[in-house]
Each structure stands twice: as C-alpha cells, then as structure tokens.
C-alpha cells in the first residue's frame, strides 16, 4: 500500500474480497528505505519508516471504511517488494494490489513489481482499477489452454460466491475461425459442469482490444496469465489486459478460487512501493 489513489482502490477491493470470502484481510506495506532526491541526502530511516506506518493505517482505515466489518490488521514488511509479495502469495487466498505502474505507460516493463507480481504468484492476483463499484456479470475468457482452464473454474467459483452470471468469452482473430471458435466454447465450458448456466460469447478480431471493450460491462474480469502459447512470463493479451482492463482484473495461479489454501487463509492487499 503507497497512499495513490490505485493503492487505496486496491484497499477497499480487498475488504469487499475478504468479507465475500468470510476471510481476514491483511494490508502490507513493504518498507524499502528512503527515496533521497540527490546524493548530498543524509537518509532519515527512522521518519522514512514511520511515514511508511502511516500510509499502513490509511489503508487499514480506507478498507475499514469502505466495507464495516472486515476483519482488517496492517502490516510493515522490510526487503525488496516483490520478493515480499511473493511470499505472502504462498499463504494467501487472493492478492490485491494497484496498477499504478499502468497509468501513463504504453509500456510495462517486466521488472515491474506490478508485472513480477501477476506473473509469478502462487495465488491468484486481483488488480485495482478506480473507485467503479461492482456490477455486470463475471467475465472468463478462453482459448483452449490450461491456462484458461483455470480460469474457467475460478470465474465459476467467483460467481456462485456473489451470486452473478458468468459470461465465457472467446475470441476468434478471423471469421474463418468462427466455427472452430464455438466448438472451443462448448467443449471449454463442458470442461467445467459449474458453468453449465454460464452464458458464452464468440467475438471477431484483435483478442486483446475485444476483450478490454467486453470488460467495460463486467465486474470483474478472470483470465490466465499465459495463453495458449505459453513459455513467456506474461502473455501478450494478459499484459494488455494488465495495462488497459476496466474493471479488477483478476490473474490465476494455482489453486482455483474458493480452495482451501495449503499454508493459510489471510487474502493480502496493497499497492507496494518499490
């Protein structure tokens, strides 16, 4: 958590998140050292850290605020930030952070704790977009990987959990493919008899420009981080959905949401600092 405005819409997610759940939330704040601005700048650690503090307890009172009753504690954490975040992923049931990193950028560099975070998380990662209040239906996209599979069964999991419709979207580049494209829809949703009721949707054309306009109407938006191509760090439609997506969008690792988790149940929200 870093007080921008991306970090406290990370806060109040997370509440709404952790009361879904009937989870505790916890809100972290990674504690790098001061930023001098030149090096004539003697560092003053001990103001720096209670700065720190201080934007811990914003948070907590912004979460607090937003959703009465979550069961919300702060905590300061020192060391490199992404290390930290990854950490708390093994233990927790969701990770919440900012997309600060997205704003002004046509570019996010893949040393991003933003980008670090969403790729190598043993958790799956919501990230923040504004102060939009929840409403419209669960989005899923697919494409036939495994990838996306999971993603499939988290959006299921996410919308029997608030009690919403789950809309399953696949993207066809060319009207040559639209055929192929339902038979996919069909079998990915057979894949998982919970989205039986699950509408589905083929779109035509860019899969990444497509998906960013079909999540204007979402609540939140639940994919894979590597498609069908696999092997890179983020996918080419994920880092778009990354740095464009309208509403919380929602990376999947591991277990699918609404497991048990092997070592823990604490969801964990911020925007850290790096």
Same mark, same amino acid.
């Given at each position: 958590?870093?007080?921008?405005?991306?970090?406290?819409?990370?806060?109040?997610l997370a509440a709404r998140e952790a009361v879904v759940r009937g989870l505790p939330l916890r809100v972290v704040h990674v504690f790098t050292g001061q930023k001098t601005r030149s090096f004539d700048d003697a560092p003053d650690w001990p103001r720096a850290r209670r700065e720190s503090g201080e934007? =811990?307890? /914003?948070?907590?009172?912004?979460?607090? $605020?937003?959703?009465? &009753?979550?069961?919300?504690?702060? #905590?300061?954490?020192?060391?490199?930030?992404?290390?930290?975040?990854?950490?708390?992923?093994?233990t927790a049931e969701l990770l919440v952070i900012g997309g600060d990193d997205c704003a002004g950028t046509t570019r996010l560099p893949t040393d991003s704790v933003l980008v670090q975070t969403v790729s190598r998380?043993?958790?799956?990662?919501?990230?923040?977009?504004?102060?939009?209040?929840?409403?419209?239906?669960?989005?899923?996209?697919?494409?036939?990987?495994?990838?996306?599979?999971?993603a499939l069964r988290t959006a299921a999991a996410e919308g029997r959990r608030r009690g919403v419709a789950v809309e399953v979207i696949h993207v066809a580049e060319t009207t040559d493919g639209e055929a192929s494209g339902r038979?996919?829809?069909?079998?990915?949703?057979?894949? =998982?008899? /919970?989205?039986?009721?699950?509408?589905? $949707?083929?779109?035509? &054309?860019?899969?990444?420009?497509? #998906?960013?306009?079909?999540?204007?109407r979402g609540r939140m938006m639940i994919v894979g981080p590597?498609?069908?191509?696999?092997?890179?760090?983020?996918?080419?439609?994920?880092?778009?959905?990354?740095?464009?997506?309208?509403?919380?969008?929602?990376?999947?690792?591991?277990?699918?949401?609404?497991?048990?988790?092997s070592a823990g149940t604490v969801p964990t929200a911020g925007a850290l600092i790096s």
């Open positions: 958590m870093n007080g921008t405005p991306a970090g406290l819409a990370a806060a109040r934007l =811990v307890a /914003e948070a907590v009172a912004t979460a607090s $605020r937003a959703v009465p &009753g979550v069961h919300v504690e702060g #905590l300061l954490l020192d060391g490199p930030p992404v290390r930290e975040l990854l950490r708390q992923s093994r998380s043993r958790c799956p990662v919501a990230v923040a977009r504004g102060i939009r209040p929840p409403a419209g239906p669960v989005l899923t996209a697919t494409d036939g990987s495994p990838s996306s599979l999971l038979r996919l829809l069909e079998d990915a949703v057979a894949a =998982v008899p /919970e989205l039986r009721t699950a509408r589905t $949707r083929l779109m035509i &054309g860019e899969p990444a420009g497509n #998906l960013v306009r079909a999540a204007r590597r498609g069908a191509g696999g092997g890179t760090l983020l996918g080419g439609v994920g880092l778009q959905l990354l740095r464009r997506c309208a509403c919380p969008t929602v990376f999947v690792h591991g277990n699918p949401a609404g497991d048990t988790p």
